[in-house]
């Protein structure tokens, strides 16, 4: 007999470069590799809901390093979302998913502004809801739109879905000898200032008691794995 899911409503963190191919930022090919892992728990009675950042095409700092204002700069990021969230939608509704972008920056003729009340209706009817556009403010990052995100719509778990499997004490690729951590709490997250999220959104998680998985997305089974709560990744949570 097949087991329930460990939650109800989760929220999917995408980094912009889970979606990035080898010479563009964007690969409708790998795209559609993660919309897979989607919709292989899509219809096991979950609500997904996904914050997708933008990382791939523009970073604010990367701006801010060729002299542009950080408000800008920032705006620009922002906007960077909102082109992954179509480029995902694309890729989930090729699958026959329905989904509904939201965006916290107006662009009317692409996508909903965010209505947190509409959003909770669209997952309740089993639609997957793909926020963008971050918090719609500068100086935040799509990792805090995520701890928000989840803080608003009630979502029981943060899975972020990333290119390592879990967060580990020192970077994998430097040091081979590096070790994972299975479970963190929040607040050595937070002071070891890893560097796999920022301080703010830790401690909104921390604040609203919010856990996050880290995990490989590109592990087929992974994603499913997070959502019936077997122990993958890294958690961090009180
Ligand atoms: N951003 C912002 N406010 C937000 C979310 C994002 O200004 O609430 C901007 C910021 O410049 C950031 C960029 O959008 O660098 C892309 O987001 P992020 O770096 O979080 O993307 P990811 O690393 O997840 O791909």
Redesign the pocket.
């Known amino acids: 007999t097949q087991r329930p899911p460990a939650y109800r409503r989760v929220l999917l963190k995408l ?3 889970v979606l990035a191919g080898p010479d563009s930022p964007i690969s409708m090919e790998v795209t559609k590799k993660i919309a897979r892992q989607v919709a292989e728990v899509y219809g096991s009675g979950i609500q997904i809901a996904i914050v997708i ?4 095409i ?4 990367t701006g801010l390093k060729s002299g542009l204002d950080r408000p800008t ?3 620009m ?2 906007l ?2 909102i082109i992954d969230g179509l480029a995902l939608q694309g890729a989930l509704e090729g699958l026959g998913i329905p989904t509904r972008v939201q965006t916290a920056v107006e662009v009317r003729n692409v996508a909903e502004p965010f209505i947190r009340r509409r959003a909770i209706r669209h997952l309740e009817k089993g639609r997957i809801v793909i926020f963008v556009g ?12 995520a701890a928000l995100r989840a803080s608003e719509i009630e979502a029981e778990v943060i899975l972020k879905g990333t290119k390592v499997d879990g967060i580990y004490d020192s970077d994998p690729k430097i040091h081979p000898e590096a070790k994972r951590f299975t479970q963190l709490r929040y607040l050595d997250a937070i002071q070891k200032r890893l560097s796999v999220m920022d301080s703010t959104a830790f401690s909104l998680c921390m604040d609203n008691n919010i856990p996050i998985v880290v995990f490989n997305v590109f592990t087929p089974g992974n994603l499913r794995a997070a959502i019936f709560g077997e122990p993958i990744g890294t958690r961090v949570c009180a």
């Open positions: 980094s912009g470069e950042g933008g990382g791939n523009w970073r604010g700092t700069a920032d705006y990021g922002m960077a979302t971050g918090t719609g403010n500068p100086f935040f990052s799509t990792d805090t739109t």
